[in-house]
């Protein structure tokens, strides 16, 4: 990874309100990324022209669907990162200069301009958001209404459904497994990568069962986990858990599909699902989604998420990595399985 600075140190720089520091995609890899594959620049930054805004970022966020763009390739729910252009994604900031009546100094917002400390655009690109309604304001930026909306609208989940979660230590399936039990789940599983997050699992977030995927074949480890059978799976994976889940299902269940995180983590992915006369003899239905199908939904998440916190009834998981320099290796660490929760970057104080 390299670091471009016109004068003096990046510090200094960083903190200039003409200057601010950029991530770019250096070249397209083949297979999975390293850090020769980012390139961190400085560059000016201008005001704002009649109807922008110029916002300095608080946060972003990193997410594993990010490896999709970089990768390129077709069927992608969203452009794909460039060679030599800044990188987006979700962001949260403060607006620091207006030029349009409806964002003021000191809004706070939340866009799709990460990757960089100060973005400017077009002020309708830009969502205030209520500095009170969350104990911190990163908690903007989680994936809590996807994991709802795919609960709730892809998989039709009803009380006393048995459902599991790929993944669930991740920022969209710990909040999955979590809500699931909140909106009625009879039993609710969830897989991991390591003994410790099976154990965050089962102990602070509440999963009535979970395993550790490397210990032995998925299948197993799930029927020992379900052995009445599923009725929801909430893939983040697919792969070998997405077979397994189709081979536990129950007659009529439903898999919601949220991410492919086995082709994104590995140069050589497995693939899934197989034999697909499961899927016909038990007329199972497998749904993919996104969030922007759905765009209408996040509000009323937003309304049940804070009444969840109020009571202390759910937990929200986040692994906060200081300074945008830090940011690819971030973004590699969280693909490696090494946080838990939602991982974001902290780009301001």
């Not at 086995?262 to 697909?276: I, K, M, V, Y």
């Not at 969030?291 to 759910?314: N, T, V, Y």
Request: glycine share 12%; proline share 5%.
């Amino acid at each position: 990874m390299k670091s471009s600075a016109k004068n003096g140190s990046l510090l200094a720089l960083s903190s200039s309100p003409s200057t601010g520091l950029e991530v770019r995609l250096a070249a397209r890899p083949v297979g999975l990324p390293n850090l020769d594959h980012f390139d961190v620049v400085e560059v000016d930054v201008p005001a704002p022209a009649p109807g922008e805004v110029r916002v300095r970022n608080l946060f972003m966020s990193l997410d594993p669907g990010m490896l999709m763009l970089i990768a390129g390739g077709s069927s992608l729910p969203m452009p794909r990162y460039e060679v030599g252009e800044v990188m987006y994604g979700d962001a949260l900031g403060e607006v620091v200069s207006s030029a349009d009546p409806s964002l003021s100094e000191g809004d706070l917002v939340v866009h799709r301009f990460g990757w960089r400390e100060y973005a400017v655009a077009e002020a309708s690109a830009f969502r205030r958001v209520d500095k009170a309604a969350y104990p911190s304001p990163s908690m903007h930026l989680g994936f809590g209404p996807v994991a709802y909306i795919g609960l709730m609208d892809a998989a039709g989940l009803q009380p006393g459904d048995t459902v599991f979660v790929s993944s669930a230590a991740g920022a969209t399936g710990s909040m999955a497994g979590q809500i699931a039990r909140l909106k009625g789940a009879r039993r609710v599983i969830g897989s991991a990568g390591s003994a410790d997050k099976v154990a965050h699992l089962t102990g602070k977030l509440g999963f009535d069962a979970a395993f550790d995927y490397h210990d032995g074949p998925v299948l197993d480890r799930l029927r020992e986990a379900a052995p009445e059978g599923i009725d929801v799976y909430f893939d983040n994976v697919g792969g070998e858990q997405l077979r397994a889940a189709i081979e536990v299902m129950n007659v009529h269940g439903r898999v919601a599909v949220c991410g492919a995180l086995n082709r994104q983590s590995t140069a050589r992915p497995d693939e899934g699902p197989g034999d697909l006369l499961n899927v016909l003899g038990k007329r199972l239905t497998i749904r993919g989604f996104t969030l922007w199908d759905h765009l209408d939904r996040a509000a009323e998440f937003g309304e049940q998420f804070r009444d969840w916190l109020r009571e202390g009834s759910i937990v929200y998981d986040e692994t906060v990595i200081s300074g945008l320099e830090s940011a690819p290796e971030a973004l590699l660490d969280l693909v490696r399985g090494r946080h838990t929760g939602k991982t974001v970057v902290r780009l301001g104080s």
